[in-house]
């Protein structure tokens, strides 16, 4: 895997060409973007040819040990590993520990293991465990096992140090325990980056890590709801000032767009895409705008300020806490809100999704609101696309200096 | 719409082709057949072009009132109609007034109103308001308001009586107000056949609805739970001998393969299609064999009698009741078990569909525990294929005077 940048230019991000992808390293991936997000095994309730309706997904899709851990005895029986057990055609894999729509319960790491949560509740990983899944899972790359259990407030700085030490431990045993192993010949690691909201912790953390032959970073407890904005983009710029250029950063746990835009001017290259399925769990749908192509007086006129719910911009204040992450945020409209009962227009717009091309918010509401999961299918298809779109209008932003175009235009702001 | 039968054989059933369907006339329909359900106004979970990618699937969708009722502001003021509201396309309606899968409260119905159920409630429907309803649809053809309240085991004979006189009045209405209506120019009417348990009022209710112009016969009061097979052929044995040959029998609530099999040959042509949900519904997919084009040895040995549960057995003796509906049955496999979690095989062997083609039991398994949606749209599509298959296998055993191979092969009795 290696990371070709066409543009890097210091407080407006990276542009560039994730190549070499998977063990035939013949794939790519666009960066800054963002790997297909999978639930449970599944890309949320859309069967493999819906999905592939859609135009222009990401060739990487992530699947996480949370949701596959108790599988481990069925994929080493079954031995073609989880790609093929759960029916995904032509992506490659990248395994990571913890699901970013399901914060796990705290309190269950210890020197020599970490937790997940799958449905049948806890499972504890040694080093050894977590690679043998890796083995029975068969991803192209997958993330090493770390200790991550940072991001709340009252976190002491010796815990900090702890997890930092603890996660490159687990990090150099993985490597090891990788280079020995036969089966996992052409698999990529990437290295995770702790260090809580302690600058000098980050920067160890991300010093140590990068000494590894890591093929990139994922940086860790740096989530939604962790810690504010500023914070967080000041410990990423920190982190990412220590990175090798040409190997790719990975955050976890980010996916709002205004908190995408901000990372990715301090660096980063890759986000999950947990986004568009909490919105979708919670019956809404994406409609913020990132045309940045309009000229300015149509897009003004495009902001249908009514559209749009307010219940997200109170996250901006210093008031964080995980909960958040299901609240409704102000990209995204209601439609189980009565007044789309009678709006027989699509969801957004000139929106070419499936859902905006074949029905309107009223049908969508009625879905809803009778609970077909039809709806859920639906608004999977909506908010996956729309999401994939800004991160394309993001590309286009970078490359031709247009972030701040994009800022104003996802936020609304009005004073252009 | 005009029956054309290619075969009618007293005891095995009528064989035919139901043509001038449609405003345009320009559709058909084999029978005996069934159309096509949906549930809260979409097939269950499926996009269209998920649907699509079924092979003969019925030209007619089934709509309920009680699915649709609240909507009828809505619905008026798109102005045009449900298929296009929800995003059906190529497909006739046919809109009925109960949802055969979700029984309603009993003891709602007056001289001059029957009740729907939908999600929000109870909605009382006269004459008027139920046609005005049928404007705001734009069915085909529909179902005439009809008082069906006979299905309990204690009703009485004067009651049943009550029904039958209610459900004619209603019937001499909707035809005036039918006639009177330009919007339903074109559209077709199906009178209901009541009568309950007693003979001789079924037969009057038969006599009397066909002197109507109707273009076809519900038979009603009839469903799975409320009377035993022999009891059921019988009545309807006796309800068909009073009506033209030449307009079809539309039974309702009658699902299960033996149940269809049987009243197939006393003369029903048509039947709704909510058991195949109702088995999704439960975590369960359908597998019982109606290939009747096997040898018989081959035939012995394609019937894995591990494979399939027997919960539904016990509906054959006297006791039953609606509650019935949603037991699991003979006919299907339940892959919550733990037994199938590291089953590799396809939901059924040689089955042509999506699911099976791409999808093996224990990765349904892990869908259904873990509660993904996507389970549901793959058991809607296998579920919604096996069960044409069995219509398409009960028209070629009418056709070759095969019905008692295919009764065995459906009950998988080793008696050959």
């Known amino acids: 895997m290696k990371l070709e940048l066409a543009r890097v230019v210091r407080g407006t991000g990276r542009l560039g060409v994730l190549r070499g992808l998977g063990r035939t390293a013949q794939h790519s991936l666009e960066v800054p973007g963002c790997l297909l997000y999978t639930h449970l095994g599944a890309v949320p309730h859309l069967t493999q040819d819906t999905l592939h309706t859609l135009s222009s997904l990401p060739s990487v899709t992530q699947v996480t040990l949370s949701n596959i851990a108790e599988h481990q005895e069925v994929l080493e029986e079954f031995k073609d590993g989880f790609r093929k057990f759960a029916g995904l055609h032509d992506t490659l894999l990248y395994c990571s520990l913890h699901d970013s729509a399901a914060p796990c319960p705290t309190g269950y790491t210890t020197n020599k293991t970490v937790s997940v949560w799958g449905s049948g509740g806890r499972i504890e990983l040694t080093v050894a465990k977590f690679m043998a899944l890796q083995k029975a899972v068969q991803p192209d790359w997958y993330q090493s096992m770390a200790d991550g259990e940072t991001w709340q407030n009252n976190t002491s700085r010796k815990r900090v140090r702890k997890s930092v030490d603890r996660t490159l431990a687990h990090l150099d045993e993985c490597l090891l325990a990788h280079q020995n192993s036969q089966e996992l010949e052409g698999v990529e690691v990437f290295g995770v980056?702790?260090?809580?909201?302690?600058?000098?912790?980050?920067?160890?953390?991300?010093?140590?890590?990068?000494?590894?032959?890591v093929a990139g970073f994922c940086l860790d407890g740096l989530q939604t709801g962790s810690m504010d904005q500023a914070l967080r983009t000041q410990l990423i710029a920190a982190v990412t000032k220590e990175l090798p250029e040409e190997k790719p950063r990975l955050l976890q746990g980010v996916g709002r767009p205004d908190e995408v835009l901000a990372c990715v001017e301090v660096g980063v290259d890759l986000f999950e895409s947990f986004f568009p399925f909490q919105v979708t769990e919670r019956g809404c749908a994406l409609c913020f705008s990132f045309n940045i192509s309009l000229d300015p007086e149509r897009a003004v006129l495009e902001l249908n300020e009514d559209e749009r719910d307010t219940a997200g911009e109170t996250q901006h204040n210093g008031d964080v806490s995980l909960d958040d992450q299901t609240r409704m945020t102000s990209f995204e409209m209601n439609l189980k809100d009565k007044r789309y009962h009678d709006d027989f227009r699509p969801l957004v717009e000139g929106c070419g999704c499936y859902c905006c091309k074949n029905h309107q918010r009223a049908y969508l509401h009625h879905l809803l609101v009778t609970n077909e999961l039809l709806a859920g299918v639906l608004l999977t298809i909506h908010n996956t696309a729309h999401y994939q779109g800004f991160f394309s209008a993001l590309r286009e932003a970078v490359a031709g200096d247009k972030l701040d175009i994009l800022r104003r235009r996802v936020l609304r702001e009005r004073k252009e």
Not at 196 to 212: H, Y
């Open 193 to 213: 980056v702790e260090g809580g909201d302690i600058p000098e912790e980050r920067v160890r953390s991300a010093r140590e890590t990068a000494k590894r032959p």
